[in-house]
């Protein structure tokens, strides 16, 4: 069963654990189960998927219940009127305050591949931490647990952000550091990507009202905070 954190009669709200594809895909041929499905066989009806997260990221995902709400929260989204934030556990010392205006290659399409898009996200430190493991020709390790609020929502925007900073994600196999991700899956058993969608917010397109959704973290990316000391 999927955790529901919001249901109406027009929208519900999922959170997406680590691992699950949102729908159907074909550079992901080795998946049986899929979130569309799974939600649809839960409430018994066909459920709208309004917009996307990676595999795997985990966190908040939101479904509409009917096409018109489906097309009105799409539009939402694709208007920049949806406030979205996550959480990431990433290498080094990120900035207190930091901005990321870096255009991004469409992945989607073989007529869109290569052309760039206008990508930017906003971002916060809220912790730091060392641990006395040396790595590589550094004396110790370095991590930053932050907020990230991407304005755009660019296909692994993120992760590509993230690591054209030089502070990649945690667990990011393609975009991130295999040093780093071999490590942790060493030192502390890691098997999934430290990137958690943990709120939305914006107008309801039916009821005119405002909504804000959050989704509590996985019971991994909790261990890390604490394995890190960021508690």
């Known amino acids: 069963m999927l955790p529901i954190l919001y249901q109406d009669e027009h929208l519900v709200a999922i959170n997406k654990p680590h691992g699950l594809l949102v729908h159907r895909s074909p ?22 998927p309004v917009h996307r997260l990676d595999r795997k990221t985990s966190g908040l995902l939101l479904f509409a219940l009917d096409e018109a709400t489906n097309a009105s929260v799409q539009g939402l989204f694709a208007t ?35 052309t760039l898009q206008e990508a930017f996200t906003r971002g916060k430190t809220l912790g730091r931490t060392e641990l006395p493991i040396p790595f590589g020709r550094h004396a110790s390790s370095r991590y930053s647990l932050v907020e990230l609020a991407p304005t755009t929502g660019r296909m692994h925007q993120l992760r590509k952000h993230m690591a054209h900073i030089f502070h990649p994600i945690i667990g990011d196999r393609p975009h991130g550091c295999n040093k780093q991700n071999r490590f942790f899956k060493e030192q502390f058993g890691l098997t999934s990507m430290l990137l958690h969608a943990r709120l939305l917010t914006f107008t309801h397109p039916v009821q005119e009202r405002e909504v804000s959704l959050t989704a509590p973290l996985s019971a991994e990316f909790e261990q890390m905070k604490r394995e890190l000391g960021f508690e």
Do not use: C, M, W
């Open 27 to 48: 550079i992901a041929s080795d998946a049986s189960e899929f979130a569309v499905q799974l939600l649809r066989n839960q409430l018994g009806q066909r459920v709208y």
């Open 80 to 114: 920049g009127q949806v406030h979205k934030e996550y959480l990431a556990i990433v290498r080094g010392y990120t900035e207190d305050i930091f901005e990321i205006d870096y255009p991004l290659q469409r992945e989607e399409g073989p007529r869109g591949q290569g």
